[in-house]
């Protein structure tokens, strides 16, 4: 099954303590493909680091996508694969420019990223933004955060309730750039028509709950992106806060 309409709406906001923004995120609807990169790094480092991402990797994407759409089988390795290379591509001009630039060494990003192939979505993901599916009125997240608090909650170290208050909960276990490559988590997962999709930063899912996320767009569909960028900042927006959505219709 093909999806007559597919159509995504993002927005990003500097928040209300940080001076600059160092998300970036992407929306190409000529071949369904979304991503959302938060980056990190001084010196201009992570806004440099998320913008770099997404260009590479859309770049990797579109120069594949005709390749990708003739997949026959779901999961298909072949575009789990290119789109963790399509990652990792990105990441090696990331860590090529901080070589360039000795003030930029360390940056990095996150990156979430979806390709929607007939009726079934592929993403890769490295970091801690996330991507979730809202459907029913129920939400799923469907990534796994490389962070080092959510690594001792899997542990059994820390309980969920201890990791939301943790002083360390910002503190990622992986990001593009950092090294030439890195390791990228695939997936794919079918669709069904009213299906919506959100691709955030933490500046968003950090300071809103689950609960809060699947009203607001079951609610509101696209239009519910501004007013859950207006939520985090109302509470504290401490970070800066990206939040694209898609929705899938026959």
Avoid: W
Wanted: charge should be negative.
């Amino acid at each position: 099954m093909k999806f007559s309409r597919v159509k995504g709406f993002g927005q990003t906001d500097v928040g209300r303590v940080r001076s600059a923004n160092q998300d970036s995120f992407l929306i190409d609807e000529e071949v369904d493909f979304y991503i959302v990169a938060d980056g990190m790094g001084g010196h201009a480092g992570g806004e440099i680091a998320s913008s770099i991402c997404v260009e590479k990797v859309q770049e990797r994407i579109r120069s594949e996508s005709l390749s990708m759409s003739r997949a026959l089988q779901h999961p298909d390795p072949s575009v789990l694969s290119k789109l963790a290379d399509s990652i990792n591509y990105a990441s090696s001009k990331i860590y090529e420019h901080s070589l360039e630039d000795p003030s930029l060494r360390g940056m990095g990003t996150t990156a979430t990223a979806v390709k929607i192939i007939g009726d079934h979505a592929y993403f890769a993901h490295v970091g801690d933004s996330r991507l979730y599916l809202i459907r029913q009125g129920f939400i799923y997240q469907m990534t796994f955060d490389h962070s080092l608090v959510n690594e001792q909650v899997r542990a059994g170290v820390l309980t969920p309730e201890e990791a939301e208050t943790h002083h360390l909960k910002n503190v990622i276990t992986r990001s593009v750039g950092y090294q030439e490559e890195e390791d990228v988590d695939t997936s794919c997962f079918s669709l069904e028509s009213g299906d919506f999709l959100l691709l955030c930063s933490d500046g968003l899912h950090g300071k809103i709950t689950n609960a809060e996320i699947s009203n607001a767009i079951t609610q509101k569909g696209l239009d519910s992106i501004p007013e859950l960028v207006n939520l985090a900042n109302e509470r504290g927006g401490e970070d800066n806060i990206t939040g694209l959505v898609i929705k899938v219709e026959k």
